[in-house]
């Protein structure tokens, strides 16, 4: 006997379908399949998402692993050019009546329904789950079902219990899929969907070079940083000198207008500074770098443990921020302010991952770069943000083994 939970969820699932029943049909044409005869995959599109779905990526990935798998897609129309060339698909709209979903499945015969992002459409859902088909939620993030009345929770609950898998992107989305009523042995924390960026070039003669020059010194760079955040870098700079007297900032990706008031602040802080543009190479006694050539940030990356992303802490002059996963892909622990500007996403992913130190103000980045100077620090968080920046094919390839697996342990 189901316990009392479940019974009270799966009454509530059940009341909130007959009401979407009671409203009427849809009205919709009769769905029509896509050509052919190979197997065919529902896959649903979060109305909700903020950012565009990784749904090439993972419609690549499926047809690894079945070629000749056709596409039925419902929930939020598909962006341009989003399909690889010569895949098979139609679109259905947003089905929310159950009749409609009934007509759906008896005539198209999906194998499967792959739901992508935070999105539970209920007769979607349902209705595979009654013909004991597949139901698999990928990029799982669930944060709109998380303040729902006790009602709307039930629903959610009953929803929750009939998906085949969850698929989370870190601990967080895990904790609310459980806390939404996913049985937890369903759940696999798969980490984040993300871009992969190919890694900066970089001379490796000159690397080479410059790895042997700075050799046994504490190696911090601000990339791309506004000048009110060079301010307070080269004063948290002036701090970690007390502890560390070989210390080297490296300031890149620069105006060249503001070199001279970076020098000139450098000066008045007691900061020996070298600029890369006249071919200087720091010696021992400087203590900051100036490279405002903005194509030699793969070189930077490499030679510094650490890196501070600008453009993040205090807004003011300077160029475009850079990209988080830059830093990321080549090794780098990152630093980084609250202003999570055109990145809010990977930022949130970086997060998650405890791949990245945020800082509120001058003091904490100084502490920052204090604590980071422990390599093992360093590296736990470098090699966090490295498995989140190059970890998206992997993820993808994951999330097609779960529906291809479920659909074949089905059959």
């Given at each position: 006997?189901?316990?009392?939970?479940q019974v009270g969820s799966s009454l509530a699932l059940w009341l909130h379908l007959r009401r979407r029943s009671a409203l009427g049909p849809s009205g919709a044409a009769p769905p029509e399949a896509p050509p052919g005869s190979g197997t065919l995959i529902l896959v649903h599109l979060s109305e909700r998402a903020d950012e565009p779905l990784p749904i090439q990526g993972v419609v690549k990935a499926l047809l690894v692993r079945?070629?000749?798998l056709r596409l039925a897609f419902t929930g939020a129309p598909l962006p341009e050019d989003a399909l690889p060339a010569g895949v098979k698909s139609t679109h259905l709209g947003q089905p929310r009546d159950p009749t409609a979903v009934r007509d759906i499945i008896d005539r198209l015969k999906p194998q499967a329904l792959l739901l992508i992002g935070g999105q539970l459409p209920s007769a979607l859902i349902t209705g595979m789950a009654e013909d004991q088909l597949p139901v698999v939620l990928a990029e799982a993030r669930l944060t709109d079902y998380e303040r729902r009345g006790l009602w709307r929770g039930m629903v959610n609950r009953g929803l929750m219990q009939r998906l085949s898998r969850v698929l989370v992107p870190?601990?967080?989305?895990?904790?609310?899929?459980?806390?939404?009523?996913?049985?937890?042995?369903r759940i696999e924390m798969t980490g984040p969907v993300t871009e992969t960026l190919p890694p900066l070039h970089a001379n490796e003669a000159e690397r080479a070079a410059l790895a042997q020059i700075l050799r046994g010194r504490h190696v911090w760079l601000a990339a791309a940083p506004t000048f009110p955040e060079i301010k307070a870098a080269l004063r948290a700079h002036h701090l970690a000198l007390q502890h560390n007297h070989r210390a080297l900032l490296i300031l890149a990706a620069l105006p060249e207008d503001l070199v001279p008031a970076i020098r000139a602040e450098a000066e008045t802080l007691g900061l020996a500074s070298v600029l890369r543009s006249e071919d200087e190479d720091p010696m021992a006694d400087d203590h900051v770098l100036i490279a405002d050539d903005p194509y030699e940030m793969g070189l930077w990356y490499r030679l510094a443990p650490v890196t501070f992303m600008g453009g993040t802490l205090f807004p003011g002059p300077g160029l475009a921020p850079r990209h988080p996963f830059e830093p990321a892909a080549l090794g780098s622990a990152i630093i980084h302010g609250p202003m999570p500007g055109t990145y809010a996403a990977?930022?949130?992913?970086?997060?998650?991952a405890s791949a990245a130190r945020q800082v509120s103000d001058a003091e904490t980045l100084s502490r920052a770069v204090s604590d980071l100077t422990a390599p093992d620090q360093a590296a736990i968080l470098?090699?966090?943000a490295w498995s989140v920046s190059t970890g998206g094919a992997a993820v993808i390839r994951r999330i097609a083994d779960a529906v291809i697996d479920a659909m074949e342990e089905a059959d």
């Amino acid at each position: 006997m189901p316990p009392p939970g479940q019974v009270g969820s799966s009454l509530a699932l059940w009341l909130h379908l007959r009401r979407r029943s009671a409203l009427g049909p849809s009205g919709a044409a009769p769905p029509e399949a896509p050509p052919g005869s190979g197997t065919l995959i529902l896959v649903h599109l979060s109305e909700r998402a903020d950012e565009p779905l990784p749904i090439q990526g993972v419609v690549k990935a499926l047809l690894v692993r079945r070629p000749g798998l056709r596409l039925a897609f419902t929930g939020a129309p598909l962006p341009e050019d989003a399909l690889p060339a010569g895949v098979k698909s139609t679109h259905l709209g947003q089905p929310r009546d159950p009749t409609a979903v009934r007509d759906i499945i008896d005539r198209l015969k999906p194998q499967a329904l792959l739901l992508i992002g935070g999105q539970l459409p209920s007769a979607l859902i349902t209705g595979m789950a009654e013909d004991q088909l597949p139901v698999v939620l990928a990029e799982a993030r669930l944060t709109d079902y998380e303040r729902r009345g006790l009602w709307r929770g039930m629903v959610n609950r009953g929803l929750m219990q009939r998906l085949s898998r969850v698929l989370v992107p870190d601990m967080a989305a895990g904790a609310t899929a459980r806390q939404l009523g996913a049985a937890p042995e369903r759940i696999e924390m798969t980490g984040p969907v993300t871009e992969t960026l190919p890694p900066l070039h970089a001379n490796e003669a000159e690397r080479a070079a410059l790895a042997q020059i700075l050799r046994g010194r504490h190696v911090w760079l601000a990339a791309a940083p506004t000048f009110p955040e060079i301010k307070a870098a080269l004063r948290a700079h002036h701090l970690a000198l007390q502890h560390n007297h070989r210390a080297l900032l490296i300031l890149a990706a620069l105006p060249e207008d503001l070199v001279p008031a970076i020098r000139a602040e450098a000066e008045t802080l007691g900061l020996a500074s070298v600029l890369r543009s006249e071919d200087e190479d720091p010696m021992a006694d400087d203590h900051v770098l100036i490279a405002d050539d903005p194509y030699e940030m793969g070189l930077w990356y490499r030679l510094a443990p650490v890196t501070f992303m600008g453009g993040t802490l205090f807004p003011g002059p300077g160029l475009a921020p850079r990209h988080p996963f830059e830093p990321a892909a080549l090794g780098s622990a990152i630093i980084h302010g609250p202003m999570p500007g055109t990145y809010a996403a990977e930022w949130v992913q970086l997060g998650g991952a405890s791949a990245a130190r945020q800082v509120s103000d001058a003091e904490t980045l100084s502490r920052a770069v204090s604590d980071l100077t422990a390599p093992d620090q360093a590296a736990i968080l470098a090699g966090n943000a490295w498995s989140v920046s190059t970890g998206g094919a992997a993820v993808i390839r994951r999330i097609a083994d779960a529906v291809i697996d479920a659909m074949e342990e089905a059959d």
